[in-house]
């Protein structure tokens, strides 16, 4: 089973020069993968957001594959897609896990 995933961080990653605050992903091993964030791996902006010790948590989690993180991703509209800033657009086509289930997903053991 494989999963998109939508990280928000707990603040800008470099303010002033853009404004990013979420990262999409894909992961078939989603707590390998977060694991992976968490160590400065896996991806550059979590790299750097780590180096800057900005923290971040799974905003929104969807079974899915990498159709769906591209399409996702070229929405450019994470914000808009981010609960915790406010909107959490639906996804009518994506098959959601229920925000109350993420935990257990993310920290499976
Ligand atoms: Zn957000």
């Given at each position: ?13 470099a ?7 979420h990262?999409i ?13 968490e ?16 923290g971040?948590?799974v905003?929104r ?26 909107r959490?657009l639906?996804v009518?086509y994506?098959?959601?896990?229920p925000?109350?289930?993420i935990?257990r997903?993310?920290m499976?053991?």
């Amino acid at each position: 089973m494989s999963f998109v995933y939508l990280l928000h961080f707990d603040q800008p990653i470099a303010p002033g020069k853009h404004t990013t605050q979420h990262y999409i992903g894909y992961a078939n091993d989603l707590a390998a993968r977060l694991q992976e964030h968490e160590c400065g791996r896996g991806a550059r902006l979590t790299q750097v957001a780590r180096a800057r010790g900005i923290g971040w948590v799974v905003a929104r989690l969807w079974h899915g594959d990498r159709g769906l993180e591209r399409r996702l991703k070229n929405r450019k509209e994470a914000p808009d897609l981010c609960p915790i800033c406010g909107r959490a657009l639906l996804v009518r086509y994506a098959d959601e896990i229920p925000a109350v289930d993420i935990e257990r997903h993310v920290m499976p053991f």
